[in-house]
């Protein structure tokens, strides 16, 4: 059990630096990688312009490649660390370190990681957080592996002892677990008070069995920022309508609801007949900003508009997106920010 002092950070709390990991050819970015690489290279931009990004990289032409393409970008040199590490995919939210942090130090959360449910390969991805703490990159930290499969994408933390997550993940994860059990494992591993679960709310194209970070996501001063659908003529309309009335319910530890901030709706996109998961929820803070997804559809000002209502005080940037929604995430899915002090 983890201590009762450490606790899992809210997004918003000051950060040392964001975890990526940079696509190559023998990723699932293949068949696309100029493109990708090009959003990588303005997400990795954006972010050294608040903090440090440390960036995995497979092998010295992957860091090469890399180097070249942030370069051109414009990216603060200074700012971008490179790791040489072996990993499967690059969606770091999930395959990436879980840190809790306490007056005295941290702790590197390494929860068991089976590629979404075994839907895809991920034992070098599994043995990630391993090899990261034995690079001696961070300080003051303990890192412990837990037995029990989670993704960071599934859990949205406030920072004051409430977990938020969905039903259709976990249950999927743990089948044979009920929800008191799982509340308690959360808890008890999180540091956290209470847990707070969502029964509906999807998103075609998420293979991911709903993550909450594409769906809803805590947000100061008892907030919770998220994807509504306005069009009764799409499919998601019911689903997302009925996920609205139960964040509408859920009470803060005060027993207050708590605002809300409704996001608007892209227009379908496709890719060969398939539709993709084109989620504005899925945006990432960093020191003094938002990045906000942007796929080239009118609603983009809108959402970062809703977004900076809900983070006041923080820069807004549009980061393009629609390339990464090919692999069904954006860009909070493919990154993983580590809190203040944390970093060597």
């Given at each position: 059990?983890?201590?009762?002092?450490?606790?899992?950070?809210?997004?918003?709390?000051?950060?040392?630096?964001?975890?990526?990991?940079?696509?190559?050819?023998?990723?699932?970015w293949a068949d696309r990688l100029d493109e990708v690489e090009r959003t990588f290279a303005a997400l990795a931009s954006a972010i050294a312009r608040h903090e440090t990004v440390l960036i995995c990289v497979a092998e010295d032409a992957v860091r090469l490649r890399a180097s070249r393409l942030l370069q051109a970008a414009g990216a603060d040199p200074n700012r971008c660390r490179f790791i040489d590490i072996e990993y499967d995919d690059t969606w770091l939210r999930d395959s990436g370190p879980i840190t809790l942090r306490s007056a005295d130090g941290f702790v590197l959360l390494d929860f068991r990681f089976t590629g979404w449910g075994g839907k895809f390969q991920a034992s070098r991805d599994d043995r990630l957080i391993e090899g990261l703490a034995a690079r001696e990159l961070f300080h003051n930290s303990d890192h412990r592996r837990v037995d029990w499969a989670l993704e960071g994408g599934a859990i949205e933390s406030d920072g004051a002892g409430t977990i938020l997550t969905t039903w259709r993940c976990l249950h999927q994860r743990h089948p044979e677990q009920s929800r008191e059990q799982m509340s308690r494992m959360l808890c008890d591993k999180l540091g956290a008070e209470r847990v707070l679960w969502l029964e509906r709310g999807y998103l075609q194209g998420d293979d991911?069995?709903?993550?909450?970070?594409?769906?809803?996501?805590?947000?100061?001063?008892?907030?919770?920022v998220f994807q509504a659908c306005d069009d009764p003529t799409d499919p998601h309309f019911d689903e997302l309508r009925a996920m609205h009335e139960e964040l509408a319910a859920l009470r803060t530890m005060d027993g207050k609801p708590?605002?809300?901030h409704a996001l608007p709706w892209a227009k379908a996109i496709f890719d060969d007949g398939r539709r993709l998961a084109a989620s504005y929820a899925n945006y990432l803070i960093v020191n003094g900003a938002v990045l906000v997804p942007a796929y080239g559809d009118p609603a983009d000002d809108e959402a970062a508009r809703i977004i900076a209502a809900a983070h006041p005080g923080r820069g807004v940037v549009a980061v393009p997106c629609r390339s990464l929604i090919w692999q069904n995430g954006s860009l909070h899915c493919l990154t993983m920010q580590l809190p203040a002090g944390v970093l060597a």
């Open positions: 059990m983890i201590e009762t002092a450490f606790r899992l950070p809210a997004e918003w709390e000051p950060q040392a630096g964001v975890l990526l990991a940079w696509p190559h050819a023998e990723t699932d991911t069995d709903a993550h909450i970070d594409t769906l809803a996501r805590f947000a100061p001063d008892d907030a919770i708590f605002r809300l």
